[in-house]
């Protein structure tokens, strides 16, 4: 097919509709470009559940052998199993998956030996450039010698590396309710807690790339609903609620509560920090909660900020030889799982922690929960560059502010910040605001949304220290409210 490359090639992996964006054609030589890229002799591949997925990466697979590459694949896994197979065999990988996206759409993640992410920076766009290339003057002939396809079974593998960073042997029985999402924690969540005191209760474990029961996107509060609903009726400790292709992990507390990332960053933070003798350094994006760097230093740690996204954090990791590294979105990385991003280990970090103390899961999160959160609010605005630049001549001057351009506009004072970033791909300005307090935190909200949303309003009034109807963040073209883990659903969380 002629495929528009520019409309499926992302920041971060490929992803489009199938077949009408790419199909397995493509995918053949997306499979032949990533082996001349990254001039691998071998590689590893791995697919979710969705319809199209195992096509798809077995296409890559003959258009990677047929440039000379070994392939290995592991066949249904999640992404953060395919990080392991990297990491562990040292080989390039390929996941396919498109993560917590609607049924018709599918991708690729790609990462070279050790799970290290290929981007646009990092590979991504030669792989793109080489493909177009080959559209024009045509695809180079197989190599006189093809390389091997093989079938490799990593599951339990996986599960036993997972276990042996997280000591699990002295925690109480737990009641777990566990709703996949019909996607691949479906099929890793079994092997990994095979054999810890917990009663699992599973919610749509069944692998359905089409998503019968809701989308497999947790970051949407309406996606936990039913997780919600069924962690009070059992009665259970805790909930988690993975995404389609099960790297990242949401916590649900006893009374059906979401629990915020940022806690959970916090305190997976301080459970690393223990297991390195109180010394490393922790990488968290600028807009997690200010509890994160506040638990890095009080358990002997250094807190680096860094910007929002899976290849910043993963750059910092490695540059700092950091430990960990979280996510408002959920993601969570770690040294000992090659600096790769994984949910599951996070929600063992969650058991242990939960199991090895008698207190319900609110009041162990709470420690680590100290501020009021916005979540993230989407506004859809005609002229990014001005609406922030409006909200900037609106509070630099003041008293006591500092701001900063790290990742779009940090306003920060002694009692509260926020920050304002501009989508990439959408005309949109996403908002997250955080203060020592419910009220002051609704002010600063209440204000810079009136100010992005009204339109060449030097002299709107300023709303801090009142308390006027917020604006309509509930739903419609204007913006999106927070849920119940105080984040919602963005492409950044993808």
């Known amino acids: 097919m002629a495929a528009d490359l520019s409309q499926i090639v992302k920041a971060y992996d490929v992803r489009g509709v199938v077949p009408d964006q790419w199909d397995e054609a493509l995918a053949e030589q997306f499979g032949a470009a990533f082996v001349e890229v990254t001039d691998a002799d071998a590689i590893v591949i791995g697919h979710d559940m969705r319809p199209s997925s195992p096509g798809l990466s077995g296409a890559f697979a003959r258009g990677a052998a047929s440039r000379g590459a070994d392939v290995t694949l592991i066949g249904l896994c999640s992404t953060d199993q395919l990080y392991f197979a990297s990491g562990s065999l040292g080989l390039p990988g390929a996941m396919f998956t498109a993560s917590h996206n609607p049924a018709q759409y599918n991708g690729i993640k790609l990462c070279r030996a050790g799970a290290a992410p290929v981007g646009q920076d990092t590979g991504l766009l030669e792989i793109r450039a080489l493909i177009e290339k080959w559209s024009e003057t045509g695809a180079p002939q197989p190599v006189a010698a093809p390389g091997t396809v093989t079938e490799r079974d990593t599951l339990a593998d996986y599960a036993a590396h997972l276990l042996s960073l997280v000591d699990l042997t002295a925690v109480r029985p737990l009641k777990v309710v566990v709703d996949a999402g019909n996607g691949m924690g479906g099929h890793t969540v079994p092997t990994v807690f095979a054999n810890l005191p917990v009663d699992l209760v599973p919610m749509y474990f069944e692998l359905d790339g089409t998503f019968p029961n809701h989308e497999a996107n947790p970051l949407d509060p309406k996606n936990l609903v039913d997780l919600q609903a069924r962690v009070v009726a059992e009665g259970a400790d805790l909930g988690l609620a993975f995404d389609g292709d099960a790297d990242r992990c949401f916590v649900v507390?006893?009374?059906?509560?979401g629990v915020s990332p940022s806690a959970i960053t916090a305190l997976v933070a301080a459970r690393e920090?223990?297991?390195?003798?109180?010394k490393g350094t922790v990488i968290h994006n600028l807009i997690t909660s200010l509890s994160v760097p506040e638990v890095v230093r009080e358990n002997g740690g250094t807190p680096v900020r860094?910007?929002?996204?899976?290849?910043?954090?993963?750059?910092e990791m490695a540059e700092h030889g950091a430990i960990f590294g979280g996510e408002h979105s959920a993601h969570y990385y770690f040294r000992d799982f090659w600096n790769a991003d994984t949910g599951m280990l996070a929600a063992l970090h969650v058991l242990a922690a939960l199991g090895g103390q008698p207190g319900p899961l609110s009041e162990l999160v709470a420690r680590y929960d100290r501020y009021a959160g916005s979540g993230e609010i989407n506004s859809t605005v005609a002229d990014q560059k001005a609406r922030t630049a409006a909200v900037r001549a609106s509070f630099e001057t003041r008293t006591g502010v500092t701001t900063d351009d790290?990742?779009?506009?940090?306003?920060?004072?002694?009692?509260?910040?926020?920050?304002?970033?501009?989508?990439n791909t959408e005309p949109l300005l996403r908002l997250n605001v955080e203060a020592r307090d419910e009220r002051t935190m609704a002010a600063v909200r209440d204000?810079?949304?009136t100010l992005i949303r009204t339109p060449d309003s030097p002299d709107t009034p300023t709303l801090l220290g009142t308390h006027p109807s917020p604006p309509d963040t509930a739903s419609g073209p204007s913006g999106t409210a927070s849920g119940p883990s105080g984040t919602h659903s963005s492409p950044s969380g993808a």
Request: hydrophobic share 40%; proline share 2%.
């Open 406 to 423: 790290l990742d779009g506009l940090t306003v920060t004072t002694p009692d509260w910040w926020f920050n304002l970033r501009a989508s």
């Open 253 to 257: 507390d006893e009374r059906g509560e």
């Open 306 to 315: 860094t910007r929002v996204g899976h290849s910043f954090i993963k750059a």
């Open 273 to 278: 920090l223990a297991r390195n003798g109180g």
């Open 447 to 449: 204000e810079v949304l």
